[in-house]
């Protein structure tokens, strides 16, 4: 490499503009020239929330085939160290919501420059992280591990399933701290899991099981706050895609606890064959942009995507279905949809699915993850 291009590469990111930051998913952009350019980063499973892929690609790539982590353009020295301001902004941001981060080279036609290139670039964005790289099929995958990932614990996450007649509701009023709600419950309900807001618990009603949803911080009681104004809603019932609400904690100012409907366990592939979406992401990528959200591919695109792969008029026409239901959702309540690619947030209730955490909207976003 030339010393005027590894200077360059140093010194020379372009600026660039967050279109969203979601506890699952981040989106930014930035211009080299004429050509617009779009990083990414997103969980890449739901069992593992701190692990995240990243790329970006040229915005006009409207193409689920085209590798991510290269530019295509020649200007690979101002891209690289714009991605790398990028990147560093995000982890500053998502701080410990971030243990592993994972992306790819194109190795294709003997570019070892480009690996080259993102080896230095892991370098000198995270210098005491881990860096593990593995050649396959013509790429390189990159895995670097943060230390302190060694010293945590993994959260369990909640697994939406399950207030029972003789709770005693005081255990719940104002005044009560998260601590005495949670053990409270925890003595009388098997705990699910726990993520970073709320905790899962089973509980029987009238001879069913269903989902008790307890805050156990301030973001959690916004969280419910969101889930029990939505689910409660007349609209919002009638769109038939929202778990059925049971009660809620009407004590407080912000619900301490939420009671839903129990929805079966269901995986993407499950969801996705129902729907006729491919996969989750690209029913959400769809409803945004039907929404006239920011989207990384259009509903055009995707319907292009899922023809050209088989889908019949009628699949067509379901995916089309639930992509407007969701884009109504998303307007009607100000739901950010990025979550919905997740399958831990669906479930199957009577055999269609639902959606069971939908606490989720711009104010969440914007209290607790956008900085």
Not at 266 to 288: E, F, P, R
Request: aromatic share 12%; with cysteine.
């Amino acid at each position: 490499m030339r010393a005027s291009e590894f200077l360059t590469e140093l010194f020379d990111p372009k600026s660039f503009n967050w279109e969203f930051r979601g506890s699952e998913e981040a989106f930014a952009n930035f211009k080299v020239g004429e050509q617009e350019f779009l990083w990414w980063a997103r969980v890449m499973n739901a069992r593992y929330p701190n692990v995240w892929t990243l790329g970006f690609k040229q915005r006009d790539q409207d193409d689920y085939e085209k590798s991510f982590g290269r530019t295509g353009t020649g200007n690979e020295f101002t891209v690289i160290p714009t991605v790398v301001a990028i990147t560093k902004s995000f982890l500053q941001q998502y701080g410990d919501k971030v243990m592993e981060l994972r992306f790819s080279s194109d190795d294709e036609g003997g570019d070892s420059g480009r690996t080259s290139a993102y080896t230095r670039m892991v370098k000198r964005l995270l210098p005491t992280w881990n860096l593990h790289t593995k050649k396959e099929a013509g790429e390189t995958d990159f895995y670097l591990t943060n230390p302190k990932a060694y010293e945590k614990v993994d959260e369990e996450i909640i697994d939406e399933m399950p207030l029972p007649a003789d709770w005693n509701p005081a255990q719940y009023g104002p005044g009560t701290t998260f601590k005495a709600r949670l053990a409270y419950a925890l003595e009388r309900a098997k705990k699910l899991g726990t993520g970073s807001s709320r905790v899962a618990t089973v509980i029987d009603y009238e001879g069913r099981p269903t989902v008790l949803k307890i805050a156990k911080n301030q973001k959690g009681l916004a969280q419910n706050s969101v889930e029990a104004d939505i689910l409660s809603d007349g609209y919002g019932s009638q769109l038939g895609i929202l778990i059925p609400i049971i009660d809620y904690d009407e004590q407080n100012r912000e619900p301490t606890w939420i009671h839903t409907e129990m929805a079966q366990k269901a995986t993407d592939k499950q969801l996705s064959s129902i729907m006729k979406c491919g996969d989750l992401s690209m029913l959400v990528h769809a409803a945004n942009s039907i929404a006239g959200k920011k989207s990384f591919y259009s509903y055009d695109s995707v319907v292009k995507y899922l023809r050209d792969h088989g889908a019949s008029d009628s699949d067509l026409e379901t995916f089309t279905d639930y992509t407007n239901v969701l884009a109504d959702l998303a307007n009607s309540f100000d739901v950010e949809l990025a979550d919905m690619a997740r399958a831990a947030n669906w479930g199957l209730y009577h055999g269609k699915p639902v959606i069971v955490d939908v606490g989720f909207n711009s104010n969440v976003m914007n209290q607790y993850y956008k900085k």
